[in-house]
């Protein structure tokens, strides 16, 4: 579901797959408390664990903002956009 919406944003990204590269796969236990949950989507050091599209976009918008397509327009946060500006302190 995250990589549909993704894609339909056209928003680029580096895809994994943790179960033909153990080092991958160490990488996402890191960021899921020793669990391999996919998806585990990680950027400049932070680990966002299985995350809905909406808390993706809510980070990105707060957080890196260069990482989206030009065209994209923010959605006015709520109560997750608000969490995560609490969280990451931005």
Same mark, same amino acid.
């Given at each position: 579901?995250?990589?549909?919406?993704l %894609?339909?944003l056209?928003?680029?990204r @580096? @895809? !994994? &797959?943790?179960?033909? $590269?153990?080092?991958?796969?160490?990488?996402?236990?890191? /960021?899921? &408390?020793? &669990? @391999?949950t996919?998806?585990?989507?990680?950027?400049?050091?932070?680990? =966002?664990? %299985? *995350? #809905?599209s909406? +808390?993706?976009?809510? /980070?990105?918008?707060?957080? !890196?903002? $260069? =990482?989206?397509? $030009? $065209?994209? @327009?923010? *959605? +006015? *946060?709520?109560?997750?956009g608000r969490l995560? #500006?609490r969280?990451f302190? #931005?």
């Open positions: 579901m995250l990589q549909r919406k %894609n339909k056209g928003i680029e @580096e @895809e !994994h &797959n943790i179960w033909d $590269d153990p080092s991958e796969a160490a990488t996402v236990r890191r /960021y899921a &408390n020793g &669990n @391999e996919v998806p585990t989507v990680v950027i400049d050091g932070v680990g =966002l664990v %299985n *995350p #809905s909406g +808390q993706l976009l809510a /980070y990105l918008s707060e957080c !890196h903002p $260069d =990482l989206l397509p $030009d $065209d994209f @327009e923010a *959605p +006015q *946060p709520g109560t997750v995560v #500006s969280v302190g #931005s």
